[in-house]
């Protein structure tokens, strides 16, 4: 709440308390911020010369200050003192530290759904205490609203506009604000607890969608809105439109009850924060942080970091097993599963070095462990498997009919040899036989 310093004209001392600021005035007198000599702070105030001097004013005027000693409840200003006998009467009520539900709206803006029915079932109970002690507010709006740290707090009940059933002027001075009085205020009927609805409702929807449900415009217009045309709740949320429009009905008999607005509020506003609830994300459960986000985890392993640090097409990963190109021999050195050339064979090719080096390296992982897409060299992913293993069988049945095949041929050769040696051998051994001897024929 804005205070102002003392003017010239503003008193000091007012009974037992001392006046240090001036918190607002209004058309009933002027309210200063005070305190007792023990500390307590309250809002005082001061009641205007001119309707000081009405005997009529100061006879109703006692009779809501003894009404409103006997409200008991935990959302009204509580009384704290008063003097009725003054040359200007004079009331003390609990200071409420807070700012109006006027000023709130107007910096921060309309309020959601759960937050308006919070404070309207809160607000609801507050009259149903205030009703009981039998007194009307008669001036409910968002500036006699304040929103203490603990809940809100309504000031100015009952004694605001105690002149009378007709409380639209007094003393030749307009009172209440137009856009929250009820239909039977502006006709000059009596006020009842039905009254004090109505401008709960406006109050309400000035909460929800940041302006008056009448509009603007001079007293006049908004008077006669009020009893003759519909408030416009365009801005209402979907859960407080019925009820509130129920609220602004013209009669004042069709409108619900604070004790029923008091439990329908507190259902709205136990719904709708559930409903927020749900809204928010859930927090992450134990487990859940190992999960993929979408977002590149810092690796912990030092080949994890030069995986990433090379460049694309190069990623690490299991190495396909195809066949030799064509043109090549059978009987070359067959491939290891690792990649690289087997041991009988020669170097291996720089081809199948960059995929040594790789093979055994494992694959990135994302997310809790989860293998990544399997690549190759180039950046692609593998052929299906099926394939490859018949590919493989094919290259190594082929590989071993070719040798067979050159067994076999050697084996063919080892025999030929052995015939011509064992022939040389004969022929030599016929060489040294003496030739029969002729002469004896």
Not at 122 to 145: T, W
Not at 346 to 352: K, N
Not at 360 to 371: D, L, Q, V
Request: hydrophobic share 35%; proline share 9%.
């Amino acid at each position: 709440m804005a205070m102002m310093r003392l003017r010239r004209e503003d008193p000091r001392v007012v009974g037992s308390f001392r006046l240090h600021r001036r918190l607002g005035a209004g058309g009933m007198g002027v309210v200063y911020l005070g305190s007792d000599k023990k500390g307590q702070r309250v809002a005082l105030k001061v009641i205007r010369p001119d309707l000081a001097e009405d005997q009529e004013f100061r006879s109703r005027f006692a009779r809501e200050v003894s009404a409103a000693r006997r409200i008991r409840g935990g959302c009204t200003a509580r009384l704290v003192a008063a003097d009725l006998d003054a040359e200007r009467p004079w009331f003390a009520t609990q200071y409420v530290p807070g700012p109006s539900l006027h000023d709130k709206v107007a910096d921060e803006g309309s309020l959601g759904a759960a937050e308006v029915a919070a404070i309207g079932a809160a607000l609801s109970e507050g009259l149903v205490a205030v009703h009981e002690a039998g007194v009307v507010h008669r001036d409910l709006k968002p500036s006699n609203i304040l929103l203490s740290p603990k809940g809100p707090r309504i000031i100015d009940f009952g004694i605001a506009w105690a002149t009378g059933a007709s409380t639209l002027t007094h003393v030749g001075t307009a009172v209440g604000s137009p856009g929250f009085l009820a239909p039977e205020q502006v006709r000059g009927a009596a006020v009842t607890p039905a009254t004090d609805v109505f401008s709960l409702g406006a109050t309400l929807a000035y909460a929800a969608m940041g302006d008056s449900p009448f509009g603007h415009g001079s007293s006049e217009v908004m008077l006669y809105r009020v009893v003759h045309e519909e408030a416009h709740l365009g801005g209402v949320p979907d859960a407080l439109a019925p009820l509130v429009r129920a609220c602004l009905a013209k009669d004042p008999e069709e409108r619900p009850s604070t004790l029923q607005l008091s439990l329908r509020l507190k259902e709205i506003a136990s719904r709708e924060a559930q409903g927020l609830a749900d809204v928010r994300p859930p927090a992450p459960r134990a487990g859940e942080s190992d999960r993929p986000t979408g977002r590149l985890a810092e690796p912990s392993h030092p080949e994890q970091q030069r995986a990433q640090r090379r460049p694309q097409g190069q990623t690490p990963g299991p190495t396909q097993r195809t066949p030799p190109p064509r043109g090549t021999s059978s009987r070359g050195p067959a491939p290891s599963r690792n990649g690289s050339a087997s041991r009988s064979g020669g170097r291996p090719t720089p081809a199948s070095r960059n995929t040594t080096r790789s093979g055994n390296r494992p694959a990135p992982r994302s997310g809790a462990g989860r293998p990544g897409p399997r690549t190759t060299g180039t950046g692609r992913r593998p052929a299906n498997p099926r394939l490859l293993r018949q590919r493989l069988f094919v290259f190594v049945v082929v590989t071993v009919l070719a040798a067979l095949g050159i067994a076999a041929a050697q084996g063919c050769q080892g025999p030929a040899r052995g015939l011509d040696g064992d022939r040389g051998v004969v022929r030599h051994e016929q060489a040294h036989v003496t030739p029969p001897d002729r002469s004896t024929d």
